[in-house]
């Protein structure tokens, strides 16, 4: 499946979330870009200057790091794809990518919708676990400790793309080149349009009704036999 939306509209919030439940894992564009760019591979470094202008690394560099991951053995059962694909020549890509090595395509795409203003606020208080990647938002989510990973001890930082202008920049780019995306798989019958507000859980809540019938279902509860009491008593 497919977690589309704006920047800071909660694709990468939901997919770990969901990637518990689905036992798939969560194959985010941004994230594999952000380790290569910090491991400085020849592509991170040819996709730095890209990202910190908020616009779109070129798909000749994009496409193989998706590619390779998809093909990966944990990847074989499912995936949650986040922020990956941007346009609808990525999707187009995308397709062929899954017909050659699968012979199928995708079961869902969730489309996150959230307003700008919201968007804003969600990405100006975001900070994330330098050491292991875990998330939380100053106001919405806060950490224990300021400034401090819970899980890990690790240290939070902010995002280099989440300042203002580069944010108004990534608004922009989503408008004109990712939105089309909601009429080209809209077309094909598999979109869900998931209103992206409100608590995560509450959203998560939404975003598993439209997944009804892809995702395992929850244990069945035991039903407890009524006991059978002698007549009488
Ligand atoms: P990427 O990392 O994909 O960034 P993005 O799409 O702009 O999305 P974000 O990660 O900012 O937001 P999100 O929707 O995941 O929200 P989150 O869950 O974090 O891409 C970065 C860059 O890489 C791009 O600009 C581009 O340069 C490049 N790139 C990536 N993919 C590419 C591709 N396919 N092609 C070309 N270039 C590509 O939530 C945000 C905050 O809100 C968090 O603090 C969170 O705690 C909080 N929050 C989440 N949900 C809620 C809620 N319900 N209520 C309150 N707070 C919430």
Same mark, same amino acid.
């Given at each position: &499946? ?14 770990? &979330? ?32 890209? &990202? ?19 093909? /990966?053995?944990? /990847? ?12 609808? #020549? ?44 875990? &998330? ?84 069945? #509860?035991?039903?407890? #036999? ?8």
């Amino acid at each position: &499946m497919v977690l589309l939306g704006p920047p800071g509209a909660g694709k990468g919030t939901q997919a770990r &979330m969901l990637r518990e439940v689905a036992n798939v894992p969560q194959v985010a564009s941004g994230d594999l870009l952000r380790a290569a760019v910090r491991t400085k591979t020849p592509l991170g470094v040819a996709a730095a200057g890209y &990202m910190d202008r908020g616009d779109l690394v070129p798909d000749e560099l994009v496409l193989n790091l998706i590619e390779e991951r998809l093909n /990966a053995p944990d /990847a074989q059962a499912g995936f949650i794809l986040d922020g990956f694909p941007r346009s609808v #020549k990525q999707a187009e890509a995308l397709r062929a990518i899954l017909v050659r090595s699968r012979g199928a395509g995708l079961d869902r795409v969730i489309a996150l919708t959230v307003p700008d203003e919201e968007i804003v606020r969600r990405i100006s208080g975001r900070r994330t676990c330098r050491k292991c990647g875990a &998330m939380y938002h100053v106001t919405f989510e806060p950490p224990r400790v300021n400034g401090v990973c819970d899980k890990c001890g690790g240290e939070l930082y902010q995002r280099e793309d989440d300042s203002e202008e580069t944010v108004r920049n990534r608004l922009k780019i989503y408008d004109s080149t990712t939105r089309p995306l909601l009429d080209y798989y809209g077309k094909s019958g598999i979109l869900a349009l998931i209103d992206g507000t409100g608590k995560p859980e509450q959203v998560e809540s939404r975003v598993q009704t439209a997944l009804a019938g892809i995702l395992p279902l929850p244990p069945r #509860k035991k039903v407890q #036999k009524p006991s059978v009491r002698p007549a009488g008593k």
